[in-house]
């Protein structure tokens, strides 16, 4: 699968680890940033994603900030961006299932890597279920 990766600073120690278990999955993996702790500002690195994700150069997005909140908010600003911000492999399950999901955001401030690399695999793993579904998700454009 072809995935677009983008942190802020607080978030690029867990993207680094997210992206090495991706590549030994076998991933295609696009890292969109940040490289290092130097601040910057999330907007950017959601814009990146997004626009890789809608236009269709990766299939899903990983995007991961301190909380994981503003990131997300910038992410789905972005029509045919659905951005999941998860905590637990419910979450990121139902994310998929119910929404069809193609960005998944993690907390790096709140959500311990063991569960975020939990969260990641249900999230690539899982594929929509449609019907009833589909017409909601039809409804968010």
Same mark, same amino acid.
Do not use: W
């Given at each position: 699968?072809?995935?677009?990766?983008g942190?802020?600073?607080? /978030?690029?120690?867990?993207?680094?680890?997210?992206?090495?278990?991706?590549?030994?999955?076998?991933?295609?993996?696009?890292d969109?940033? =940040? !490289?290092?702790?130097?601040?910057?500002?999330?907007?950017d &690195?959601?814009?990146?994603v997004?626009?890789?994700?809608?236009?269709?150069?990766?299939?899903? /997005?990983?995007?991961?900030? /301190? =909380?994981?909140i503003?990131?997300s908010?910038?992410a789905?600003r972005?029509?045919g961006?659905?951005a999941?911000l998860?905590?637990? =492999?419910?979450?990121?399950?139902?994310?998929r !299932?119910?929404?069809?999901?193609n960005?998944?955001?993690?907390?790096?401030r709140?959500?311990g890597?063991e569960?975020?690399?939990d969260c990641?695999?249900?999230?690539?793993?899982?594929? &929509?279920?449609?019907?009833?579904?589909?017409r909601?998700?039809?409804?968010? /454009?």
């Open positions: 699968m072809r995935i677009a990766l942190a802020d600073h607080a /978030g690029v120690a867990a993207k680094q680890h997210l992206k090495e278990t991706l590549v030994r999955a076998g991933h295609e993996v696009s969109l940033g =940040t !490289q290092g702790e130097a601040s910057v500002d999330y907007p &690195f959601a814009h990146a997004a626009h890789a994700v809608a236009e269709g150069r990766a299939e899903r /997005g990983v995007l991961i900030c /301190g =909380t994981g503003g990131i908010i910038a789905n972005h029509p961006i659905r999941a998860c905590h637990d =492999t419910t979450g990121a399950r139902l994310s !299932q119910h929404n069809d999901a960005v998944l955001v993690l907390g790096a709140v959500t890597i569960t975020a690399l990641l695999s249900a999230f690539l793993s899982t594929p &929509f279920e449609g019907g009833r579904h589909s909601r998700v039809d409804k968010m /454009g």
